[in-house]
């Protein structure tokens, strides 16, 4: 059975136009909301990380700054102890 009607449009009128319109634009503003709150979360979320990581970072360097001083206090007592057996030696000698 082969349709024989054609479905006509209803007249559009340009409030109807204006209507749907302004309903496609109240939606994408909604869809745009949820973004912004979305990356505002986001953005917040990284904040954390970047805070987070500088404190890491700065709880590193107090290491490397202690690491580093007592190296160098250990590096003072070896040429301390190196001298004193340098004496040990040259008195044993004499």
Same mark, same amino acid.
């Given at each position: 059975?082969?349709?024989?009607?054609?479905?006509?449009?209803?007249?559009?009128?340009?409030?109807?136009?204006?209507?749907?319109?302004?309903?496609?634009? $109240?939606?994408?503003? $909604? !869809?745009?909301?949820?973004?912004?709150?979305?990356?505002?979360?986001?953005?917040?979320?990284?904040?954390?990380?970047? !805070?987070?990581?500088?404190?890491?970072?700065?709880?590193?360097?107090?290491?490397?700054?202690?690491?580093? !001083?007592?190296?160098?206090?250990?590096?003072?007592?070896?040429?301390?102890?190196?001298?004193?057996?340098?004496?040990?030696?040259?008195?044993?000698?004499?």
């Amino acid at each position: 059975m082969t349709p024989t009607a054609d479905i006509l449009p209803f007249p559009e009128k340009p409030e109807d136009r204006l209507r749907r319109a302004l309903r496609a634009l $109240d939606a994408a503003l $909604d !869809e745009q909301r949820v973004a912004v709150a979305g990356l505002r979360r986001e953005l917040g979320a990284l904040s954390g990380a970047v !805070e987070g990581l500088g404190g890491s970072l700065q709880a590193y360097s107090r290491g490397l700054a202690e690491t580093q !001083e007592a190296v160098l206090k250990a590096h003072a007592e070896a040429r301390q102890l190196e001298t004193t057996a340098d004496a040990m030696l040259a008195a044993c000698r004499a």
